[in-house]
Structures are given as C-alpha cells and as structure tokens.
T-cell receptor
Framework: EDQVTQSPEALRLQEGESSSLNCSYT??????LFWYRQDPGKGPEFLFT???AGEEKEKERLKATLTKKESFLHITAPKPEDSATYLC?????????????FGKGTLLTVNP | NAGVMQNPRHLVRRRGQEARLRCSPM?????VYWYRQLPEEGLKFMVY????????ESGMPKERFSAEFPKEGPSILRIQQVVRGDSAAYFC?????????????FGEGSRLTVL
C-alpha cells in the first residue's frame, strides 16, 4: 500500500528562521509528488509538482526538492503569513493516476 | 472566475439521518473528485466522477455512501443513515482534464457533524 509520512507533525519558527519540512514516501511507480498548503477552515491550495529525483521548484520563500525516497519543502526567512498546514501527496502511474495519496501534514506556525 | 463551490459549509445531522453535500466545479472543469478528511488523518480519496459517469468509487464505503455528477447541476455526495464515524470534512476538487499534473482545485469543504 502506498504510504506518505510527513515530519515533523508541527513546527514553530520565529519570523526569519529558515527550516525544512520532510515528506517520505513508499510507493510503487511514483508518477509525481505534490505539495499543497491548507489554511484553517479552507481547502488545500496547490503549490508544486515534482516528477523526478533531483528536480527542484521554487515559489517566493518556498523551495521543494525531490529524491528517490523523500521530498523536502524548504522555507527561507518565513513570515507569519506562511503559517499553515503543508500537505504532501503522491500520485502513482497506471490506471489510477488521477488519485492522490496524502500525508497527514505539517502544521507550521511562524511567530512575529 | 469562481472557484470550486461547496455547500453547505457546515452540516449537523443526528444518527440515522441523511446528509447531502453539493459541489459545483470550476467553470470549464468536467472532472470532480471527493476526498474525506477525518480528524487527525490525511485526506483520503473517495470517488472520481465525470459528467454522468462514476469513474472510480474505490475509496467510498460500499454501504450508505453514493455520489453522482449529473449532466446539469452540481455533483452530490449522499450519505444515508449517518453514524458518528461519518463526522469529517468532505472536500470536493475539480480539474479540467484527468489530472496527470496533480493540480487539483479544492473547495473550502463541507464539515459534517453527526450527533
């Protein structure tokens, strides 16, 4: 069974304190790995898609990287508005390639 | 351009009642997905629909749950004879094509509480 594990479960940072979130996965035939952001009471918002080991994507203070076993979401000099739950999801190939398997998320709090 | 619209945002039902959750996809999107988020759990795939067709309902409990996406109108997730374990946030997402990019557009969710 496909598994996605995110760590830590929760992370508190001071504004400007850079850090990384981890997403490790066990799947057969990874097609893509995705990062979403979810604010309280809202639906997930798409951030990045990564397809192959070594790939990197950047958006403002966020950078996502992918290896054969895990992905990292690096947050550089975070601001309070970066506070949210960050979700990682994987998609496998084959006939069910529309289906995403999500991790439980990392709750990030950035204090001013 | 309006996003994915879900209603109701909050729904309270007593055990044994029925819950109907509605989802209007983004304009131009004909693929709809329902996910459930239980407390302390990740989002779990339930069902994938295209207009008038259920493509994959493998994540949906066999009993009491059904989904449809008619030619006209919103997609509906129906839960009959609700039980306390059905309390969760139900998210609908849509895409223009069968999402091979993983980019789903999610609604704000419907939060079901079963008393």
């Amino acid at each position: 069974e496909d598994q996605v594990t995110q760590s830590p479960e929760a992370l508190r940072l001071q504004e400007g304190e850079s850090s990384s979130l981890n997403c490790s996965y066990t799947v057969s035939g990874l097609r893509g790995l995705f990062w979403y952001r979810q604010d309280p009471g809202k639906g997930p918002e798409f951030l990045f898609t990564l397809y192959s080991a070594g790939e990197e994507k950047e958006k403002e203070r966020l950078k996502a990287t992918l290896t054969k076993k895990e992905s990292f979401l690096h947050i550089t000099a975070p601001k309070p508005e970066d506070s949210a739950t960050y979700l990682c999801a994987v998609q496998v190939g084959g006939g069910s390639n529309y289906k995403l398997t999500f991790g439980k998320g990392t709750l990030l709090t950035v204090n001013p | 351009n309006a996003g994915v619209m879900q209603n109701p945002r909050h729904l309270v039902r007593r055990r044994g009642q029925e819950a109907r959750l509605r989802c209007s996809p983004m304009k131009g999107h004909s693929h709809v997905y329902w996910y459930r988020q239980l407390p302390e759990e990740g989002l779990k795939f339930m069902v994938y629909l295209q207009k008038e067709n259920i493509i994959d309902e493998s994540g949906m409990p066999k009993e009491r749950f059904s989904a449809e996406f008619p030619k006209e109108g919103p997609s509906i997730l129906r839960i009959q004879q609700v039980v306390r374990g059905d309390s969760a946030a139900y998210f609908c997402a849509s895409s223009r094509t069968s999402t091979n990019t993983g980019e789903l557009f999610f609604g704000e969710g419907s939060r079901l509480t079963v008393l």
